[in-house]
């Protein structure tokens, strides 16, 4: 009777899980969805190797040349040029790779499909939610950026949607992107991270504790005096 019992709450407690498991995957899909689908605005702030726009509610914090930190309900998230990936494309021949880089923390979810940008050209995403100690750490690859933030997992779906809102919007300038960073020698550009290692062994032996939460890597641009919007410093009102 007694293994009886102990059998029947193990299976509660794993149908339990994969219902959350489950739960989350279809508000992930849910918010990938609306994102895919919704009305676009034209870029409005402009860089010098690319334009983008981002909805009024969503605040920017800080950039560089090819990096820009913004925050969404109070999390933070950095969207990245992918500058190396555009050069090689163009002198190499190379496909438009999505692919995740290899990750530390554990797969909680996976997903990968196309979206339309603003000219309506096809463009391949990707989208990785994997879990940490305290929250999951969130990547989005798309065609020519990277996005990434450390979050809680309930805050994971709606900041997915937003990070592929943005990517939408984006009109990179490619020749101007191998003007100012392509020799053919060497590529020099500035990335933002949510996330970095630091080069020292963990205390405890855990892989997360090499995870550290300052933005950091790349000289930043105070009051993001690399943005020039087009019209004004908030972007193109909504009609």
Do not use: W
């Not at 689908?37 to 969503?58: H, R």
């Not at 309506?120 to 929250?135: E, F, K, N």
């Amino acid at each position: 009777m007694r293994r009886i019992l102990i059998s029947a709450l193990f299976t509660v407690l794993l149908c339990g899980c994969t219902a959350r498991g489950s739960d989350f995957r279809m508000l992930v899909d849910q918010k990938i969805s609306d994102a895919l689908s919704c009305g676009l605005q034209q870029p409005s702030f402009m860089k010098d190797s690319y334009a983008y726009y981002v909805s009024p509610y969503i605040g920017r914090i800080d950039a560089t040349a090819t990096s820009n930190t913004f925050s969404y309900n109070g999390t933070q998230f950095v969207m990245n040029l992918r500058v190396p990936d555009i050069i090689n494309r163009k002198y190499y021949s190379g496909g438009n790779d999505v692919l995740m880089p290899v990750s530390a923390g554990r797969s909680l979810l996976e997903s990968s499909g196309q979206y339309e940008d603003y000219l309506g050209i096809r463009q391949p995403y990707s989208v990785r939610v994997s879990g940490l100690d305290a929250g999951v750490l969130v990547e989005t690859r798309t065609a020519y950026m990277d996005f990434s933030s450390v979050c809680r997992k309930e805050d994971a779906p709606d900041l997915i949607g937003e990070m592929l809102k943005i990517a939408r919007t984006v009109k990179p300038e490619e020749e101007q992107i191998l003007s100012l960073y392509s020799t053919r020698e060497s590529i020099s550009f500035t990335g933002e991270t949510i996330t970095l290692f630091e080069n020292i062994a963990p205390e405890n032996g855990s892989i997360e504790e090499l995870f550290i939460e300052a933005n950091s890597a790349g000289e930043k641009v105070d009051h993001l005096i690399d943005d020039e919007p087009a019209e004004d410093d908030y972007g193109i009102p909504d009609e």
